[in-house]
Nanobody, 122 residues
């Protein structure tokens, strides 16, 4: 069983930056695929970034490409999402997720955090 816990959300003005963290428990963390999703009321959860545990390849959804950076520190069992040039439309609950198998840039993740709120004011 893997547990993931997000932190780092908050309120920021448009154009500002935030860094989300996701700490994961469990063995073989460095081989896990990791992902960040976000969700706003009335909308489906959206995959915005993913990181392959085997190759280190990254995926970014078009609206965040060039503004968000996904990284991991295997020594700390932690992944990060650095977000810059934030926009009001980035306001959402951000979820971290992990899985051991399959394709890293799809939606079928097995382990989920509780979410952290990011609010970007205009």
């Amino acid at each position: 069983q893997v547990q993931v816990v997000e932190s780092g959300g908050g309120l920021v003005q448009a154009g500002g930056s935030l860094k989300l963290s996701c700490a994961a428990s469990g063995r073989s963390f460095d081989t896990y695929h990791m992902a960040w999703f976000r969700q706003t009321p009335g909308k489906e959860r959206e995959l915005i970034a993913a990181l392959s545990g085997r190759t280190g390849l990254t995926y970014y959804e078009d609206s965040v490409k060039g503004r968000f950076t996904f990284s991991r520190d295997n020594a700390k069992n932690t992944v990060y999402l650095r977000m810059v040039s934030l926009r009001p439309e980035d306001t959402a609950i951000y979820y971290c997720a992990a899985k051991a198998t399959g394709y890293y840039a799809d939606y079928d993740y097995d382990y989920w955090g509780q979410g952290t709120q990011v609010t970007v004011s205009s």
